[in-house]
């Protein structure tokens, strides 16, 4: 399994906001993607997602193009937003039976795999309560509770980390690493640097709407003759206006 994204132009009316991009993914690795506001990350996101069309370029996971199956492709992926997106008629079960629906998982599946995360992230007692209620925080959990019981090839993670606490965010972290260990992929954009150098693989690192810098740290300290420096040296360096490759 591999997730590709070749010479992706695209952004919002006419005007690009990304160009060319390019990059691979590959099956059991943590990618954190990083860059400013406004560097195109987003805009990335959204066209992976295919809420937008891209003016150039091919996406595709395990081999499924998005132009050709936009269905098919969107279910090898998951996706946790940085604003949860939460429906207020809605009970967390109900979250979690729609989220089934959407992905053609029976709803006892989808409760046998929710389970173990309701209880990671404490609230299997709150399964008929609506989340509209919830503090953002919880609502953040709703949406990680959705996203893992689907078990795609890919999770595209937004700033994963706004308004959870010390212990959520290490469930969080400790989910990624055990999805990585299944051989699934995890993109996760944050602006969490030690985090990010801690626990991903590899970085891409974007900056006015183009990738700078994409590698591990061995390969960013090559790209940027940064030897021995750490991520949030390379990123400030590059972002900055130093030379990058």
């Given at each position: 399994?591999?997730v590709?994204?070749?010479?992706?132009?695209?952004?919002?009316?006419?005007?690009?906001?990304i160009?060319?991009?390019?990059?691979?993914?590959r099956?059991?690795?943590?990618?954190?993607?990083i860059?400013?506001?406004?560097?195109?990350k987003s805009?990335?996101?959204?066209?992976?997602?295919?809420l937008?069309?891209?003016?150039e370029g091919?996406?595709?996971i395990?081999?499924?193009?998005?132009k050709?199956?936009?269905e098919?492709?969107?279910?090898?992926?998951s996706?946790?937003?940085?604003?949860?997106v939460i429906?207020?008629?809605?009970t967390?079960?109900e979250?979690?039976?729609?989220?089934?629906?959407?992905y053609n998982?029976?709803?006892?599946e989808a409760?046998k795999?929710?389970?173990?995360?309701?209880?990671?992230?404490?609230?299997?007692?709150?399964?008929?309560?609506?989340?509209?209620?919830?503090?953002?925080g919880?609502?953040?959990?709703v949406?990680?509770?959705?996203?893992f019981?689907?078990?795609p090839?890919l999770?595209?993670i937004d700033?994963?980390?706004?308004?959870?606490?010390?212990?959520?965010?290490?469930?969080?972290?400790?989910?990624?690493v055990?999805?990585?260990?299944?051989?699934?992929?995890?993109?996760?954009?944050?602006?969490?640097?030690a985090?990010?150098?801690?626990?991903?693989d590899?970085?891409?690192?974007?900056d006015?709407?183009?990738?700078?810098a994409?590698?591990?740290?061995d390969?960013?300290?090559?790209?940027?003759?940064?030897?021995?420096?750490?991520?949030?040296?390379?990123?400030?360096?590059?972002?900055?206006?130093?030379?990058?490759?």
């Amino acid at each position: 399994m591999t997730v590709k994204v070749e010479h992706l132009t695209g952004g919002y009316g006419k005007r690009p906001v990304i160009k060319d991009i390019n990059f691979e993914l590959r099956k059991g690795e943590i990618v954190g993607l990083i860059g400013l506001n406004g560097a195109g990350k987003s805009t990335t996101i959204k066209h992976m997602l295919g809420l937008l069309t891209p003016m150039e370029g091919q996406l595709t996971i395990s081999g499924i193009d998005i132009k050709q199956d936009v269905e098919s492709y969107r279910r090898k992926l998951s996706y946790i937003p940085e604003s949860p997106v939460i429906y207020d008629e809605l009970t967390l079960q109900e979250h979690i039976n729609m989220t089934a629906m959407a992905y053609n998982i029976n709803k006892e599946e989808a409760m046998k795999r929710a389970r173990p995360l309701l209880k990671i992230f404490r609230l299997e007692n709150e399964l008929d309560i609506f989340p509209s209620h919830f503090s953002k925080g919880m609502k953040q959990k709703v949406m990680i509770i959705c996203a893992f019981i689907v078990d795609p090839d890919l999770y595209i993670i937004d700033e994963p980390f706004l308004g959870l606490d010390p212990l959520g965010i290490q469930s969080m972290l400790d989910l990624m690493v055990e999805k990585k260990e299944e051989e699934r992929t995890v993109l996760m954009s944050t602006h969490i640097l030690a985090t990010a150098e801690k626990y991903c693989d590899r970085f891409l690192i974007m900056d006015k709407g183009q990738i700078v810098a994409f590698g591990d740290i061995d390969e960013l300290r090559d790209q940027t003759g940064l030897s021995g420096k750490t991520l949030d040296e390379i990123y400030i360096h590059v972002t900055q206006g130093g030379q990058h490759s």
